[in-house]
C-alpha cells in the first residue's frame, strides 16, 4: 500500500464534502476517482497533498515515498521555452551529467591518492546517472512532448504564449517526466486530442508507479483502471474493476435498493389497508389486530429512496419541423491561416437523421469548419449548400448567446416562454444546476457553467440540425449520459467535434477524421473507426479505394440471437406461471367471498340487535333464545372470517 486515506471529513459551512471517508491505493495501482461535479473529487486530491486542511481524518504516504499532482488549472510564469520547461523536470539527471563532465576536467590534472577519491566519485555518479536513464533524458522529453500533440516547431515556443490548454499539457509532461511513485492527476485528458489520449493510455498502463485519476473519460478509464472510487453525498465506496463494471455493479446494487424501497412501500399501504379495515369491524379482537400492526409499522426501519440516477432524468429534443433530405452538401471547401493549410478541396454530404463526428488531431481545423458552417468565418474557396427547412442549432464554446447580466433561469425561461417552471428546472438539473443555483448570475459562471447553459439552451431549440463544438466538455459522466439519451432519440440530424471516444461510439453513425488536409469517411461508430482506420488510410495514401467503408449490418441488438430455450424449459416456465396465476385467483376469490359473508353475518347481528328490541320479541322467551344463540353461532363464524380474512389479505 503507498497511500491510505482514514476517516476523512471536510465541510465548507453547510456544504458536506465527505463524512468519514476512507480509501486505499496499492503499488503500481492504477485507480479511478469518479463522482457527479461538484462532489469534492478535486477537494480530496488537494487535501491529500496537503494543499487543503481536512477537519479530521488522516492522510498517509508510505514512507519515502514521492506524489506528483495535476490540477486543472496551470500557472507556467517565466520566459522558457516548451522544451526547457521540460528539461526542469530531469534537473537532477542534468546536474549530474555537469559533475560528471567537471570531474572529467579535473582528472587530466589529478595524481596519487587525489586521483583514486576523484575516480571512485566519478564511478558512483556515473552508476547514478545511468541508472536514471541519464544518456535517453533528452529523447525521453521529446518522446513525451510529441505523445503530447506538440510537433518540434512548438519546442522554441515560450510558454508565456500558450493557451490554458497548452500548459496543462506541459504540466503534465514534465509530471510523467519526474515518475513519482504516485500520480494523482486531475482530468488529465481535457486538453489532449484523440492521439494523444491512447498515447497517455499505453503510458499509464505501463507506468511503474501507481495512478489515481478524476476523469469523466469513461473510454479512457474503461481502458487503464482496475479499481473505481466513488464519492457520492459524501459518501466514499471501492469498486474493484474499470469503469465498465463499476458501472454495472453500481446499476445493479441501486435496482437492488430501488427495489427494496418499493417493496416496503406497497408492505407499508397494504398494511394501511389492513388497519383501516380491521377498525372498520369494529370489534374488540380486530382493533387489538390493528393497533398491534400499527406498532410494527411504527417499529419498521424505513429503507431511503435511492438517488436519482442518470436515466431517470430525462427531456426530449424534438425539431419544430422535417428538413429535406439533403441537409448539408459541401464541395472543394479549402481554409488556411497566413501559411498554415487546414483543410484543402474537401466535399462531403450530410443527409437528414445523421448522426456525424468529425475526429482529428488539435489544430487540422475542427472547429474552424463549424465556423464556416455557421458563417462566423470565411473559407478561401468552395461552397457549402443547406438543405430544404434547414434550421441550425449551433453550440460554440465561446458562447455569444448568453447574456451576462440574466440568471440562469431567466436565460431560459426568455428564450423558452412556453415552459413551465417545472420544465425548466428539469432541464436545468440535466446539466447540474439545481436549487438555488439557478438563480446565478450567467456573469459571474466559469467557463465551464456557461457551456452547460449554452448546451441546454440549444437542447431545447427546436432546430433540426445541430451543430455541436465539443458538448461535452465540462459535463460529468452523468449528464453526459443524459446527453447521449436525448441525442440517440433526437430524429434531426447531428454534425459535432469530439474527442469523448465513448460518447462518439454512443451516438455517432458516421465518423469524417480530418488528417492530412481533408476528410477520411469512416460508415459507423468510434469502434468500427479503430478497426478500420489502418486498412483505410493505407487505401487512401495509395489510391486504392474512396475513403470510405460500411458497418457491418447488425441486427436490431446488436449481437447474435439467442439460441431457443429447450421446449421442456420452456413448458415448465409456462407451467410454474400458470399455476401462479390460478393461486393468485383463487386467493383473490377467497377473500372477495370472505368479505361478502363478513358483511352477511354482521348485517344479520344487527337487525337480531333491531329485532330484540321489539316488544313481541323481546316478551317472547323462545324468540329470544333463538335469536340469542343465532348471534352467538354468527359471532364464533365471524372470529373465524376475521382470522381467515387477514390471512387472505397478506
Request: charged share 30%; proline share 2%; glycine share 6%.
Amino acid at each position: 500500500m503507498i497511500l491510505a486515506c482514514h476517516n476523512l471529513n471536510k465541510a465548507f459551512g453547510e456544504q458536506l464534502i465527505v463524512k468519514d471517508g476512507s480509501f486505499h491505493i496499492e503499488d503500481r495501482e492504477k485507480a479511478a476517482f469518479v463522482g457527479v461535479n461538484g462532489a469534492g473529487k478535486s477537494t480530496i486530491l488537494k487535501m491529500i497533498i496537503g494543499e487543503e486542511p481536512a477537519d479530521s481524518g488522516t492522510v498517509v504516504l508510505t514512507k519515502g515515498k514521492t506524489i506528483g499532482y495535476l490540477a486543472q488549472q496551470q500557472i507556467l510564469s517565466g520566459s522558457n521555452t516548451i522544451y526547457e520547461e521540460m528539461k526542469t523536470a530531469k534537473a537532477d539527471i542534468i546536474d549530474l551529467e555537469e559533475q560528471i563532465r567537471n570531474i572529467e576536467h579535473e582528472l587530466k590534472a589529478l595524481s596519487g591518492t587525489e586521483l583514486d577519491t576523484r575516480l571512485n566519485t566519478y564511478n558512483r555518479l556515473m552508476s547514478e546517472f545511468e541508472s536514471k536513464n541519464g544518456y535517453a533524458y533528452e529523447s525521453e522529453i521529446v518522446g513525451v512532448l510529441k505523445g503530447l500533440g506538440f510537433h518540434e516547431t512548438d519546442f522554441s515556443r515560450e510558454t508565456s504564449t500558450l493557451s490554458g490548454g497548452q500548459k496543462t499539457r506541459v504540466a503534465l509532461g514534465k509530471l510523467l517526466l519526474t515518475k513519482p511513485d504516485i500520480l494523482l492527476l486531475d482530468e488529465p485528458t481535457n486538453h489532449l486530442d484523440l492521439n494523444s489520449i491512447a498515447w497517455l493510455e499505453t503510458y499509464l498502463l505501463n507506468y511503474s508507479g501507481a495512478v489515481f485519476i478524476v476523469s469523466h473519460d469513461r473510454f479512457f478509464l474503461n481502458r487503464v483502471v482496475t479499481k473505481v472510487i466513488e464519492i457520492e453525498n459524501g459518501t466514499i465506496r471501492t469498486y474493484g474493476g474499470n469503469y465498465k463494471a463499476y458501472a454495472d455493479k453500481k446499476k445493479m446494487i441501486r435496482d437492488a435498493q430501488m427495489k427494496e424501497y418499493l417493496n416496503q412501500q406497497r408492505e407499508i399501504k397494504h398494511q394501511e389497508a389492513v388497519i383501516e379495515k380491521l377498525r372498520s369491524f369494529n370489534r374488540e379482537k380486530s382493533i387489538k389486530r390493528a393497533e398491534s400492526r400499527e406498532k410494527m409499522l411504527d417499529k419498521m426501519t424505513l429503507v431511503e429512496k435511492p438517488t436519482e440516477a442518470a436515466q431517470d432524468i430525462h427531456f426530449t429534443l424534438e425539431p419544430s419541423c422535417i428538413s429535406g433530405n439533403d441537409v448539408l452538401k459541401v464541395e472543394h471547401l479549402t481554409k488556411r491561416f497566413d501559411d498554415q493549410l487546414l483543410f484543402e478541396d474537401i466535399s462531403f454530404e450530410i443527409k437528414r437523421g445523421e448522426h456525424v463526428a468529425i475526429i482529428g488531431d488539435n489544430g487540422t481545423g475542427k472547429t474552424t469548419l463549424l465556423k464556416i458552417l455557421n458563417q462566423v468565418t470565411d473559407a478561401q474557396d468552395g461552397s457549402f449548400e443547406l438543405g430544404t427547412k434547414v434550421q441550425i442549432g449551433y453550440y460554440d464554446q465561446e458562447h455569444h448567446v448568453l447574456h451576462d447580466a440574466k440568471s440562469i433561469f431567466d436565460e431560459i425561461s426568455d428564450d423558452y416562454p412556453a415552459l413551465n417552471n417545472t420544465a425548466i428546472r428539469n432541464t436545468l438539473a440535466a446539466f447540474q444546476f439545481t436549487g438555488d443555483d439557478v438563480f446565478k448570475r450567467i456573469g459571474d459562471l466559469s467557463g465551464g457553467e456557461k457551456g452547460r447553459v449554452s448546451l441546454a439552451k440549444l437542447m431545447l431549440s427546436e432546430a433540426n440540425f445541430l451543430i455541436l463544438d465539443e458538448p461535452t466538455n465540462h459535463l460529468d459522466i452523468n449528464s453526459k449520459e443524459i446527453l447521449e439519451q436525448a441525442l440517440n432519440e433526437y430524429t434531426g440530424t447531428v454534425l459535432y467535434v469530439s474527442h469523448d471516444r465513448y460518447f462518439i461510439n454512443q451516438t455517432a453513425s458516421r465518423i469524417l477524421e480530418l488528417t492530412n488536409h481533408t476528410f477520411i469517411n469512416y460508415i459507423g461508430n468510434y469502434d468500427y473507426y479503430l478497426e478500420k482506420k489502418e486498412a483505410l488510410t493505407a487505401a487512401y495514401t495509395y489510391g486504392q479505394g474512396t475513403g470510405t467503408a460500411a458497418a457491418p449490418t447488425l441486427n436490431t441488438s446488436g449481437e447474435p440471437a439467442q439460441a431457443e430455450q429447450p421446449v421442456s424449459s420452456t413448458k415448465l416456465s409456462w407451467q410454474e406461471q400458470k399455476e401462479q396465476q390460478a393461486k393468485e385467483r383463487k386467493r383473490k376469490n377467497d377473500l372477495k367471498k370472505t368479505e361478502e359473508r363478513i358483511a352477511v353475518l354482521e348485517d344479520r347481528n344487527n337487525e337480531i340487535d333491531e329485532l330484540m328490541t321489539h316488544e313481541d320479541v323481546y316478551s317472547n322467551s323462545m324468540r329470544c333464545q333463538e335469536l340469542a344463540k343465532e348471534k352467538q353461532n354468527n359471532e364464533t363464524e365471524l372470529e373465524t372470517l376475521y382470522e381467515t380474512w387477514e390471512e387472505l389479505a397478506e
